[in-house]
């Protein structure tokens, strides 16, 4: 009686109709999906989609659940870390290897009241005047919400942010326009919606000594 009680408050909690096992040890979360696709390719312990682009590691403790399109069965786990084709579950490997056509989604099992780090670069040499900053635009995985920029690099020139909603974008240039001092950390925070995605580019050559973007609630950002 106890341990049906325990799954029906995993479910109620976590959002999902399955139960919690060896083969499904994490729950589904209700949030909405980040992002899916169809996989390449994998085995036990990855996922490859040779069509995204992501950024190394932006995956990190997010959920992947992979439908097995020969048996109709959906697994989830944990993701360890992720290259821009690839993301890798070796902490705890499939029962059954991922194969072409295999679907997926990324969810994050967050609070609406928590931070989500969704960019953490540190240290990076060669970035190139008006590139984007990131592999991959981003987007709120709650709605309405703030992102929180933070930024420091080795030269001085100009941070401007690409918005887009509704295929249409922007650019909007922070601090003013301001060129910042080299070797100096500077905060920005600004509203996003759902179906806003977002980038960044800099007015120069530059190492990326910092930078960083949390999505916080907008209540309290």
């Not at 932006?58 to 069965?73: M, P, Q, Y």
């Not at 635009?137 to 933070?150: G, H, L, Q, R």
């Not at 249409?168 to 759902?194: C, K, M």
């Amino acid at each position: 009686m106890l341990e049906g009680v325990f799954h029906r408050v995993l479910r109620a909690v976590f959002g999902s109709g399955a139960d919690i096992s060896s083969s499904n040890p994490l729950p589904v979360t209700s949030e909405t999906s980040l992002d899916s696709g169809v996989a390449t390719g994998g085995g036990l312990t990855t996922l490859d989609d040779t069509t995204k682009g992501w950024q190394v590691n932006i995956w990190e403790d997010a959920l992947v659940e992979i439908l097995d399109i020969s048996t109709g069965i959906a697994y989830t786990r944990e993701i360890d870390s992720n290259t821009a084709t690839q993301l890798n579950f070796a902490t705890n490997p499939l029962p059954a290897a991922v194969v072409a056509g295999d679907t997926y989604t990324i969810k994050r099992l967050a609070s609406p009241m928590s931070p989500i780090s969704k960019a953490n670069l540190f240290n990076q040499a060669g970035y190139l005047a008006t590139a984007d900053i990131l592999g991959a635009d981003i987007a709120p995985t709650n709605s309405p919400t703030a992102f929180k920029v933070e930024a420091a690099f080795s030269t001085g020139g100009i941070l401007s942010v690409d918005l887009t909603q509704a295929g249409v974008t922007v650019n909007i240039q922070l601090y003013g326009g301001v060129a910042f001092n080299i070797n100096s950390a500077y905060q920005f925070t600004f509203l996003v919606n759902a179906g806003d995605t977002v980038n960044f580019q800099y007015s120069v050559n530059a190492t990326i000594l910092s930078f960083k973007v949390q999505e916080v609630p907008a209540a309290t950002a």
